[in-house]
Every structure is written in structure tokens, then in C-alpha cells.
């Protein structure tokens, strides 16, 4: 049988590692060898299931959307991750995170960000626990997501932009790793996907594995047994879709269906479909699937959603996905928006534009009536209102208002 799980050297197949700048080595180790200490130890995971709960709001419902089943041919369940506290997935791996830096004696937050929910909930849980909290993030972003830039603020961060590059989320990466880099011993990086350096990946998958145990618990409560025949999430960087598959990457009866963003199409030169057109390549401290040119140089991922805005993919998904374990969908910009409205429309919840995507995966599946299927919606759609209206054209029947 596939194992899908990392293996001791930091590697899902051929993807994943450390690489790092030697000045990162010590603190990148300290932090491989004490994780799966402190995350199983009793006081962390009493600690941290307390705030899932009476902070974050967990469990999160799993919803029967009866309209979107009877148009989509099956019974759809969404994991409502868009109800949490801050309004997206990003809290559950910032809770854990944080608790971890305190357990290793940190005092100084890093961390980088793109449409800015990953800023917030980074900022949110730093203002909770009373530590210092750097966020940086593209200039472009921070003038697109203005109002996460100011909620960091008023949460007691500072927002510093950054003006190399595209001036975006990869941009930020390379930013928060280099004041990483100038600050090893008192600083702790938060980082917000399934990616970075071992173990990274790992860890953040763990922290929102609380997903799919979640989904586990309920469908056996609601359906009588405790595995869909589908799961169906976004992907940008990876997380929601990890934690959503988390407890099912060996349950072959379970297909997974991940929706990446396909801006214009894979094809063209506006996208950020990094699973269909990557490449082996290293960024950001491992190798995974990365758009670049032929002599290596990263290519400027396109997309109307800020949070999959990103030319790589966590290493996890690049392996699974070589394995023929995901069947990934690449969903452009005007079927994203649609589907949003979409889901508006027939069950009154206004979806983050990146959970669209995830949205309009459902209409390339042919599933059976009786097939149950779990989509997580991993944000609220509250910071893109501006955008879908913007961009009603988009939206089909929808659109005419
Ligand atoms: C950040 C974000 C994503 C993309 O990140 P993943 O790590 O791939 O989950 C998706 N949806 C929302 C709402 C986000 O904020």
C-alpha cells in the first residue's frame, strides 16, 4: 500500500526536505526534533482543543445542502470552515502554532501572508497570547486586501510591504524567511500552508487534520458510516485540502477532487495551476511542483483569488498527486466566480472566492445520486464582495441584477 505520509528525512516522494540557509539549520532542527513532542503531549492537546473550541468555534458544522444536491446529482456536505473565528481554515494552524512557539520559549512572531487571512489569524492569535507579530506581505496585496492590512493593525501587527518581485505572496515568503534569517533564536515562523521546510508541511497538515476528524465523527453521526465517496476542496498552497483528507489518504474508497486555480486557463500565461504546469524546482525551503522558465526563474502565478495567488504547491499534494491519489481539476476565474454566486444563490452562504473554485469543481464529477460528497468551504466570501460584484459578468444566470 501507498504510504502518503512524510518519511523520516522530510520527503513525500520525491518532494519535500529542507533546504535551507546554514544560519536556519539550528533553529529548523530544534524544531524537527521537539514538534511531535509537544503536539502529543497532554497539556498542548488539552490546551489547543480548548481554543478549537471556545476560541475558534470548532467543531465546525457539516452542513446538507439540499439545493446543491439536487442540482448536482448526490448528497453534498459542506464543511463549513467559513463559520470559524477570523472566517477561514487559517485559524485552526495559527492556534497550534502559536502554542508550539511558546512551548519552545519564543517571543517574536513571523510570518507571511497574501489576500491577508492567514496575516489575520496569525495577528489574532498573537494579540491573544501577547506576543510581538511581523507580517509581511506584497505591496500589491496590501493594496488589494486593505481591509485584512488594517484588522492586522488594529490587532497590535506590524504590516510591512514588500516591494521586490511581483510583489505578492511569494515575494512575502522570501521576506519573512529572510527576517527569520536575521533573528533565529527569538523568533518563531508561522507559516500559513503545507509548505516550507520539513517539517513544516507536516506540522500544518497535523494542526488542520482537525478537518476531516471532525468530518469522520459527523457523516458517522448524520450518514451511518463515517467515509464519503468524495471529497472536494481548493488548493493553493494546500492546507484546507490537507486537513480535509487528512484521516482518508490511505481509504481507498474515498476519491479526492482538488481544485486549483486556473486564472485564464492552465494553458495560457495567466494562471497559478501549479499541479497541472509545474516542475520540479526548489522554493521556499523544499522541493515541489513550481512554475518556472527553463532556466529556473520563478514564473508570476495569475488568478483573481489573492489566497491561491502562489506558483507552488506543498510538497504532500505534488506526491499524491504524481501517485494518481487526487484527480486535480484546474477551475478558471469566471467559473470560480460563477460558482460563488452559485452557491449564494441556492443555499444563502457567500463563499471565499478561493472555496469557489472548489464549488465549481462540482459540475466536471459525474457522481450518482446516492454518492455522498464532502466540499470544504474553507472561508467567507466577506473580503471579496468588492470582486464578485465586479465582476457579476462573470456569474451566467446569476450575474443579472
Ligand atoms: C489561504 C486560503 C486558501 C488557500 O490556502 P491552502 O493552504 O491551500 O488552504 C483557501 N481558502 C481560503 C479561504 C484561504 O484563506
Known amino acids: 500500500m501507498q504510504n502518503y505520509q ?16 546554514e544560519i ?22 488539552e490546551t489547543y482543543h480548548r481554543l478549537l473550541r471556545d476560541y475558534v468555534g470548532r ?18 456536505y459542506l ?17 497550534g502554532q502559536i502554542l508550539l512557539a511558546q512551548r519552545m ?19 489574532t492569535v498573537c494579540a491573544l497570547m501577547g506576543l510581538r507579530c511581523e507580517v509581511f506581505m506584497g505591496a500589491t ?6 481591509t485584512n492590512v488594517e484588522r492586522m493593525r488594529m490587532l497590535g501587527a506590524t504590516v510591512h510591504p514588500v516591494r521586490t518581485g511581483n510583489m ?6 522570501s521576506e519573512a524567511i529572510r527576517d527569520w534569517c536575521c533573528h533565529p533564536s527569538d523568533t518563531f515562523y508561522i507559516v500559513g500552508s503545507t509548505m516550507g521546510p520539513h517539517p513544516y508541511p507536516d506540522l500544518v497538515a497535523r494542526m488542520q487534520s482537525v478537518i476531516s476528524a471532525e468530518i469522520k465523527e459527523q457523516l458517522q453521526e448524520q450518514v451511518g458510516r463515517s467515509y464519503p465517496d468524495y471529497l472536494v476542496a481548493c488548493i493553493g498552497g494546500g492546507s484546507n485540502a490537507a486537513g480535509t483528507i487528512y484521516h482518508y489518504l490511505d481509504d481507498e474508497r474515498v476519491s479526492i477532487v482538488l481544485a486549483e486555480a486556473g486564472g485564464h486557463g492552465w494553458q495560457t500565461n495567466h494562471t497559478a495551476a501549479t499541479l497541472h504546469r509545474g516542475t520540479p524546482g526548489i522554493l521556499h525551503g523544499a522541493k515541489m511542483l513550481v ?26 499534494h505534488c506526491n499524491m498527486a504524481q501517485k494518481g491519489r487526487t484527480r486535480v481539476l484546474s477551475i478558471n476565474d469566471d467559473e470560480a466566480i460563477r460558482a460563488g454566486y452559485e452557491l449564494t444563490r441556492l443555499e444563502g452562504i457567500i463563499p471565499a472566492i478561493e472555496s469557489a473554485h472548489a464549488i465549481a469543481a462540482l459540475g466536471k464529477v459525474d457522481f450518482k445520486q446516492d454518492d455522498v460528497v464532502v466540499l470544504t468551504v474553507s472561508g467567507r466570501g466577506d473580503k471579496d464582495v468588492e470582486t464578485y460584484l465586479k465582476n457579476k459578468q462573470m456569474a451566467g444566470e446569476y450575474g443579472d441584477f
Open 6 to 21: 512524510v518519511d523520516e528525512n522530510g520527503f513525500y516522494g520525491e518532494f519535500g526536505g529542507a533546504y535551507i540557509p
Open 24 to 45: 536556519l539549520y539550528a533553529t529548523v532542527e530544534e524544531l524537527r526534533r521537539s514538534y511531535r513532542g509537544i503536539l502529543e503531549s497532554a497539556d498542548f492537546q
Open 59 to 76: 467543531p465546525s458544522p457539516l452542513y446538507l445542502a439540499k439545493r446543491m444536491s439536487e442540482r448536482y446529482g448526490c448528497q453534498l
Open 79 to 95: 464543511k463549513r470552515e467559513d463559520l470559524n473565528h477570523t472566517g477561514a481554515h487559517k485559524i485552526n494552524n495559527t492556534v
Open 105 to 123: 520559549g519564543k517571543t517574536r512572531i513571523t510570518c507571511e501572508t497574501g489576500a491577508g487571512q492567514h496575516g489575520v489569524a496569525t495577528a
Open 141 to 146: 496585496d496590501v493594496e488589494r486586501q486593505h
Open 168 to 173: 505578492t505572496l511569494s515575494d512575502a515568503c
Open 291 to 316: 512554475m518556472q522558465d527553463d532556466d529556473g526563474q520563478i514564473e508570476e502565478a495569475f488568478t483573481i483569488s489573492a489566497g491561491l495567488d502562489y506558483p507552488g504547491v506543498g510538497p504532500m
